[in-house]
């Protein structure tokens, strides 16, 4: 009886996981359909892109698309963006992970005020502040510059945010045996803090790459034709422009966007364990 019991217990726990899994696998197929066709269109003929009856595996494939990518400087397009995303992605972590160590750990005159500031940061579109900013980089000097670009959307409020809370939930024991042997604040974060923050780093990797990779408005504000980014250089090929000989043309438009969505694939699947693991984990309590 009582494992009848046991077993009439389990069995609906095993429906709703079942639906929940069935669920979660209609919502993956729906999300992978448009990236499915979105590469499967760019290795197709042109003629067969735009069909009566859709099919999603080209019956012939072919990399004319792509080659027809070269009579554009999209090698300057994607080193420029290369750079860009790299390099604000790093100096986003570097400043906003000791920010947020500061705000878990220590307690200054301000710190709760300061915080305040930060969190409502957040409520501020960065299309409020644009032309504030474009006339600090003209004054700077570094409007047709790739640091021009850069040094504007370094701050993160999200990142701060995050670190803060993710800080706020780990234990101080392993602080204040640190902090016993002689280790002093910055001792402590590098040496302690910093390698347990590796869930929180991988998170804002891949959300600060992304964020940045797919930038358009900014880039294309303050950029020229030798710092135009992938992401406004391939505008270009944008089958609806006025271009009649080329309004048709969905092929190159939709290698360009492949080109443009690969890297983001990839930093993911790279990284989709830890991200996981790090979303788990970070800036969902505190």
């Not at 990518?69 to 397009?77: A, T």
């Not at 270009?236 to 080109?259: E, K, Q």
């Amino acid at each position: 009886m009582a494992l009848k019991r046991r077993s009439r217990g389990r069995y609906p726990a095993k429906v709703w996981n079942l639906a929940i899994w069935a669920t979660g696998m209609a919502v993956t197929v729906l999300w992978l359909i448009p990236i499915i066709w979105l590469f499967s269109s760019s290795l197709k003929p042109e003629a067969q892109i735009l069909t009566l009856k859709p099919q999603l595996i080209p019956r012939t494939i072919t990399l004319e698309h792509y080659r027809s990518l070269f009579d554009y400087p999209i090698l300057l397009w994607l080193r420029n963006s290369l750079v860009v995303s790299v390099a604000t992605t790093v100096l986003t972590l570097a400043t906003a992970c000791p920010a947020g160590y500061a705000f878990a750990r220590f307690s200054f005159k301000g710190h709760k005020a300061l915080f305040m500031v930060v969190l409502a940061s957040l409520m501020v579109p960065f299309e409020s502040g644009m032309v504030a900013l474009y006339l600090l980089v003209v004054r700077m000097g570094i409007r047709s510059t790739l640091l021009g670009m850069i040094l504007p959307v370094v701050v993160s409020p999200v990142s701060v945010y995050v670190f803060r809370n993710f800080f706020f939930s780990l234990p101080k024991d392993l602080e204040d045996a640190a902090a016993i042997d002689g280790c002093g604040p910055w001792e402590t974060f590098l040496r302690v803090a910093l390698p347990l923050a590796k869930p929180a780093l991988v998170v804002l990797t891949i959300v600060n790459f992304v964020d940045v990779w797919n930038q358009f408005l900014w880039p294309l504000l303050v950029g020229t034709r030798e710092t135009k980014t992938l992401a406004v250089g391939i505008t270009i090929l944008n089958p609806s422009r006025a271009d009649t000989s080329a309004a048709f043309r969905f092929g190159p438009a939709m290698a360009a966007a492949g080109v443009l969505a690969l890297p983001t694939l990839i930093v993911y699947l790279l990284l989709q364990r830890h991200f996981v693991e790090g979303v788990s984990t970070t800036g969902l309590k505190g």
